[in-house]
Nanobody
Framework: QVRLVESGGGLVQAGGSLRISCTNS????????MGWFRQAPGKEREFVAA????????QFAESVKGRFTISRDSTKNTVYLQMNRLKSEDTAIYFC???????????????WGQGTQVTVSS
């Protein structure tokens, strides 16, 4: 059983920072890359960031490059998304997901969490 649980969302002012986490409380997803996606009201879910199983490879959406970083702690089965210089357009529900490959199309994800709300006030 795989259970991805996001946490750390909340309300933050524009220009501020927030770190959200995704913990897998189920069986270890050995070899899986992990990614973050977000979905704003009325919009489709979009890719934000990804990290390989080893942690050596990362990928970011253009809209967050230079502001967000992604990391993982395998000992805690947790992936983090550090979000800096937040903007109002970053407001969304943020989801983590597990992927056996490196194609970050939404339909390629094998497992999803339930999401955590991030709201950036301007």
């Amino acid at each position: 059983q795989v259970r991805l649980v996001e946490s750390g969302g909340g309300l933050v002012q524009a220009g501020g920072s927030l770190r959200i986490s995704c913990t897998n409380s189920g069986r270890t997803l050995s070899g899986y890359a992990m990614g973050w996606f977000r979905q704003a009201p009325g919009k489709e879910r979009e890719f934000v960031a990804a990290i390989s199983w080893s942690g050596r490879d990362t990928q970011f959406a253009e809209s967050v490059k230079g502001r967000f970083t992604i990391s993982r702690d395998s000992t805690k089965n947790t992936v983090y998304l550090q979000m800096n210089r937040l903007k109002s357009e970053d407001t969304a529900i943020y989801f983590c997901g597990a992927n056996t490959g490196w194609d970050w199309s939404v339909h390629e994800l094998d497992y999803w969490g339930q999401g955590t709300q991030v709201t950036v006030s301007s």
